[in-house]
């Protein structure tokens, strides 16, 4: 699947999506996009399950990123597969919980395989707020 711009699981609501094989080609990877940060209403939650294959962010737009929540609740789960975000010359960065008031949590096991995750950005867990203020979280 190639997806020329933004992919975004959990959009104002909830939303999973499972790769168990092939690639999956995009510019970003949004997950638990929306939901007010003071709490009026319920958060979107969006979630990514990963036993094999490839997602490959490619980087090349001023919103090139891999965010886990974003305003939202987010999850990726990677039990196998790799995971590639961006190029020496078109980085990708990686966030968990970019906003106050989101959450993430990114967990890699071997539970199918051995899993990979290649970042050419920054590895930002706790963009625009403090470390561990909302609890999110890595899990290796």
């Not at 933004?6 to 094989?21: A, L, P």
């Not at 990514?48 to 490959?56: D, F, I, K, P, R």
């Not at 970019?98 to 867990?125: F, H, K, R």
């Amino acid at each position: 699947m190639t997806v020329a711009s933004n992919e975004d699981i959990g959009c104002s609501g909830n939303g999973t999506f499972i790769q168990t094989g092939g690639t999956n080609t995009t510019t970003s990877l949004y997950l638990g996009v929306d939901g007010p940060a003071d709490g009026t209403s319920p958060a979107s939650s969006g979630a990514y399950n990963m036993t094999g294959g490839s997602l490959v962010s490619v980087g090349g737009s001023a919103y090139s990123y891999q965010i886990v929540g974003y305003y939202g609740q987010g999850s990726f789960a990677q039990h196998g597969g790799s995971n590639t975000l961006g190029s020496t010359t078109l980085p990708v960065n990686l966030y968990i919980g970019y906003y106050d008031g989101s959450s993430g949590v990114y967990t890699m096991d071997a539970t199918t395989s051995t899993p990979t995750l290649t970042v050419t950005g920054s590895e930002n867990p706790w963009h625009k707020r403090k470390r561990g203020l909302w609890g999110d979280q890595w899990h290796f």
